[in-house]
């Protein structure tokens, strides 16, 4: 079993960063993918950034230039840097953790809160 704790959500005014992490522990071995996701109120949860055990990344197009994922896995965290934040970033953003060999997003965290207001 992995727990996902997130950290780092908040209010920032637009232009600005913020940098979220998600620390996994339990069985982190048997982690493959993370990735981070992002609701907004009224809307459906939507990718925001991937990344495998061995460093490849992908982003929604949103965020493309934007945020940066990054991992330590002799941390067993997992890091969002989010620059030049715009209102439309705000949202509650999930870190996600996908077990070797699974086809789905298995462990969820519980979310932070990120707010941009313009």
């Known amino acids: 079993q992995v727990q996902l704790v997130e950290s780092g959500g908040g209010l920032v005014q637009a232009g600005g960063s913020l940098r979220l992490s998600c620390a996994a522990s339990?069985?982190?071995?048997?982690?493959?993918?993370m990735g981070w996701y992002r609701q907004a109120p009224g809307k459906q949860r939507e990718v925001v950034a991937t990344?495998?055990?061995?460093?490849?990344?992908n982003y929604a197009d949103s965020v493309k230039g934007r945020f940066t994922i990054s991992r330590d896995n002799a941390k067993n965290t997992v890091y969002l840097q989010m620059n030049s934040l715009k209102p439309e970033d705000s949202a509650v953003y999930y870190c996600?953790?996908?077990?070797?060999?699974?086809?789905?997003?298995?462990?969820w965290g519980q979310g932070t809160q990120v707010t941009v207001s313009s």
């Open positions: 996600a953790a996908k077990p070797t060999g699974a086809t789905t997003w298995t462990y």
């Open positions: 339990g069985s982190f071995l048997t982690i493959n993918d």
């Open positions: 990344i495998t055990s061995g460093g490849s990344t």
